[in-house]
């Protein structure tokens, strides 16, 4: 079982005769901190160069050391690995820092994508940089460019928002400050608050094109593209979806000016899903700028045909 690497000697003694395979080589890699990207599904999508690198560094800081067996034991790799997350960061970095300042190479990766985007790994490679320690990116998979990458939304400039707050009243107001961004914006969601996050993106950003990406490169690969209001009263009557998740939302443009009957009713019933009729009715009033005694209005005579 892996354990953490509680002193120098531990690593050495763990490293010393990795080993290897007939016809596996361990590449000679330079002293650092290599921030490795591993796939977010399809195995395949790991890069020869991050394989040479896992194989080749002294040891690998993985976010979770079981997800990251899988994964090695997947290419044959048998490199020593350390657990190093969130709860043990603080403690570990003054050790890993001075390894690493004797001349130890190391790698760090999360348990998919790019280590550091909303994954661990920030705070070391700010300290390393702060003590002189070459930062070496072996890049690869990550959501953010796989979803920017298909949906067909404006790829020029986008803003990377991570996760949003999981309450309502946080998420509104973080949402709030990407408002007027001028730019393509996406988050990571998890499938539990989809359709909740939809309605509060259409409350405080707009009807505008937007995509749901979910499973990308896995199996059940899917895109739903539409406009907010579209999206949000779609994931308001289906099942929680499965797997993970993407949303982007297209930039700022002129989504406020026409608002048919029908999109309204749309938005009126999502937000219905999840608010309380005054609620919602303000909230689809900030969306589509209609005022909010109409859009009340028209909540009932919903709420009514409803029964
Ligand atoms: N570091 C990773 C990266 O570079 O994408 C992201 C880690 S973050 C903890 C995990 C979130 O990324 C998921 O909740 C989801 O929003 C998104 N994500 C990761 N893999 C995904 C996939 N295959 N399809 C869709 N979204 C994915």
């Known amino acids: 079982m892996p354990t953490e690497f509680e002193n120098h000697e531990e690593m050495h003694a763990t490293t010393a005769h ?39 560094v002294d040891g690998i800081l993985a976010e979770d050391t079981r997800t990251t067996t899988v994964l090695l034991r997947h290419f044959g790799i048998r490199t020593p690995l350390v657990a190093y997350h969130e709860h043990n960061g603080a403690r570990l970095r003054p050790k890993l820092l001075s390894r690493l300042q004797a001349g130890a190479k190391l790698a760090l990766v999360s348990d998919a994508g790019t280590p550091l985007i909303s994954d661990p790994g920030f705070k070391l490679v700010a300290e390393a940089r702060t003590v002189g320690i070459t930062i070496v990116p072996v890049p690869g998979a990550s959501a953010v460019l796989a979803a920017l990458a298909i949906v067909g939304l404006p790829t020029d400039r986008f803003c990377f928002c991570g996760f949003l707050p999981t309450k309502p009243g946080p998420r509104r107001a973080e949402l709030a400050t990407f408002a007027k961004v001028p730019a393509t914006l996406v988050f990571y969601e998890s499938p539990r608050r989809t359709a909740e996050a939809l309605v509060d993106m259409l409350a405080i950003l707009g009807p505008r094109p937007a995509a749901v990406a979910r499973e990308l490169t896995k199996h059940y690969e899917t895109v739903r593209e539409g406009t907010l209001a579209e999206l949000a009263a779609q994931f308001a009557g289906e099942d929680t979806p499965k797997g993970e998740i993407v949303i982007v939302v297209g930039p700022p443009g002129d989504e406020a000016e026409e608002v048919s009957q029908a999109k309204l009713d749309q938005a009126i019933l999502a937000a219905m899903a999840h608010h309380s009729m005054k609620d919602a009715s303000e909230i689809v009033s900030a969306a589509t700028g209609l005022p909010r005694r109409q859009v009340y209005a028209r909540a009932l005579e919903l709420g009514k045909s409803r029964g």
């Open 18 to 56: 990795p080993p290897v395979s007939p016809g596996e080589s361990r590449p000679v890699l330079a002293a650092g901190l290599y921030i490795v990207s591993t796939p977010i599904g399809n195995l395949r999508d790991m890069s020869l160069r991050a394989i040479d690198t896992l194989r080749g």
